[in-house]
């Protein structure tokens, strides 16, 4: 069966330092691949997105993430990142395109000031 | 940038009763979607529409739950005699051909 993991529940990192998420998943082929966050009480908000291609995708507020497919990863980064950037962030998958997202349970992002 | 819209945003209903949750999608998307999140668990896929019909569903849409565009605009998902085990948080999304999902900003609904 398909799955998503994310293996932290938290990261608490220093505004101004560097971030990186992980995202493992399990599937037989690539699947389409993307970072949502979600700040408290708020909807989800796509970050990027990787159908194929280019294996580094860039996407909004300064984010990229890069597939790996011998490491079925695609782990999420950011250089620097500010304090609004605390919130939660889903790593999901789906088959193919128009199909179910599936979900990795989350990893809670703490910034220190 | 096109959004979709949710309403209500927080809903309260007595057990047993019938909600309506509603969305108005992209307007030139075709794919439409609901997904729910139960505080503090993951979210879990409910149902996919397209071409005025289901497309998917998992296991968790059962008789209780229904889903209709009743018009060229609305997505609707209806819950019939609500449990306290619905209270989630449910999104909507719509997408193009070929992925690239949009959420709307979700619908708390509390069962008491």
């Known amino acids: 069966a398909q799955s998503v993991t994310q293996p932290d529940i938290h990261i608490t990192v220093s505004e101004g330092a560097s971030l990186e998420l992980r995202c493992n998943y399990s599937?037989?082929?690539?699947?389409?691949l993307f970072w949502y966050v979600q700040s408290p009480g708020q909807g989800l908000q796509l970050l990027l997105k990787y159908f194929s291609g280019d294996t580094l995708v860039q996407g909004i507020k300064g984010f990229e993430a890069e597939f790996k497919r011998s490491q079925s990863s695609f782990n999420l980064r950011k250089p620097s990142v500010h304090w609004s950037d605390a919130a939660e962030y889903f790593c999901?998958?789906?088959?193919?395109?128009?199909?179910?997202?599936?979900w990795g349970a989350g990893t809670k992002l703490i910034i220190k000031p | 940038e096109p959004e979709v819209t949710q309403t209500p945003s927080h809903q309260v209903t007595q057990m047993g009763q019938e909600v309506i949750l509603r969305c108005v999608p992209i307007s030139n998307h075709l794919y439409f979607y609901w997904y729910r999140q139960i505080l503090g668990q993951k979210v879990e896929f409910l149902v996919s529409?397209?071409?005025?019909?289901?497309?998917?569903k998992s296991e968790i849409f059962d008789d209780q739950f229904s889903v209709e565009r009743p018009d060229g605009s609305n997505f609707t998902l209806k819950i019939r005699s609500t449990k306290l085990e619905d209270s989630a948080m449910y999104f909507c999304a719509s997408s193009m051909t070929g992925g690239g999902y949009t959420f709307g900003s979700g619908t708390r609904l509390t069962v008491v």
């Open positions: 599937y037989g082929a690539t699947p389409y």
């Open positions: 999901a998958v789906a088959p193919g395109g128009n199909y179910q997202l599936i």
């Open positions: 529409f397209y071409n005025n019909e289901i497309s998917e």
